[in-house]
C-alpha cells in the first residue's frame, strides 16, 4: 500500500505537480502579506500620528506585499520569463534590426 502512494507521488513530474504549486503559492502569499503588514505597522506607529496615516501605512505596505506574493506565484505557474541576451539589447538599444 505504501509502495503504491510512494509510485503515484514519483510518477508526477514537480513541473506538473499543482497541488505542490498551490502549495508554495498560498506559503508565499501569506507570509509575505503577514511580514509586509507587520513592517508597515512599524513604520506607521514610528512616523505617523494620526489613525487614517497609519492605516493607509498598513494597507500600503500590505498591497506591496500581495503584489511580490502574485509576481512569484505566477512565475511559479507560468515559469520564469526568457532571458534577454546582451546582444538582443544592443541591437535594440541601437535601432538596427
Request: aromatic share 12%.
Amino acid at each position: 500500500m505504501a509502495e503504491e502512494q510512494q509510485q503515484k507521488a514519483q510518477g508526477i513530474p514537480p513541473r506538473y505537480d499543482l497541488n505542490a504549486k498551490w502549495d508554495a503559492c498560498l506559503d508565499i502569499t501569506m507570509r509575505r502579506l503577514t511580514y509586509s503588514s507587520l513592517a508597515g505597522a512599524f513604520t506607521a506607529l514610528l512616523f505617523f500620528r494620526s489613525p487614517v496615516t497609519r492605516w493607509a501605512s498598513v494597507a500600503f505596505a500590505a498591497g506591496v506585499g500581495i503584489g511580490s506574493a502574485y509576481t512569484d506565484c505566477s512565475y511559479i505557474f507560468d515559469g520564469f520569463p526568457q532571458k534577454v541576451s546582451s546582444s538582443e539589447v544592443s541591437s535594440i538599444s541601437s535601432g538596427s534590426p
